[in-house]
């Protein structure tokens, strides 16, 4: 591997973000919107937005958001969203997102680490399986009004 380094995703990776966010959902989304919610989440502190980069170049990136939940009485944290570039893939890249995620969290008071996974990403199952997760629950969705 190369000189594979994770930081902390700033304002100006909103670019490469944004590639990233559309490549892992397949979709194009509103450019505008977009940028508007990128530098409110990376301003918030509850929220962990990292960026793997070789040589200094993005590869991959990591978003986590944290919530207090009364049914924990506690913070959970969770996987929003994890990207890897298809040329880096299967080098543990993915995997030095999470540990550097582990590492930012390791002071904080939380219950859970979670992450959700659609149906059809198969492969995904198992590299969270393989990264410590265990599949403990169901998450059911609803459509929301746009």
């Not at 944290?77 to 995997?95: A, D, H, N, P, T």
């Not at 990403?121 to 990264?131: G, V």
């Amino acid at each position: 591997m190369s000189d594979i380094q994770i930081r902390k995703a700033m304002a100006t990776d909103a670019d490469v973000v944004y590639q990233f966010v559309c490549e892992l959902e397949d979709m194009v989304f509103d450019r505008v919107l977009f940028n508007k919610y990128y530098e409110e989440n990376i301003s918030n502190n509850n929220y962990y937005y990292l960026i793997a980069t070789d040589n200094e170049i993005p590869v991959g990136y990591l978003s986590c958001h944290g919530q207090l939940l009364l049914h924990h009485l506690n913070y959970v944290y969770e996987i929003q969203e994890l990207f890897v570039s298809s040329e880096y893939r299967g080098k543990g890249i993915g995997k030095l997102l999470i540990a550097h995620l582990e590492r930012q969290l390791v002071d904080k008071n939380y219950d859970m680490l979670e992450v959700a996974s659609g149906f059809r990403r198969t492969e995904s199952h198992a590299f969270y399986k393989a990264a410590g997760f265990t599949q403990s629950h169901y998450k059911f969705t609803k459509p929301g009004k746009r």
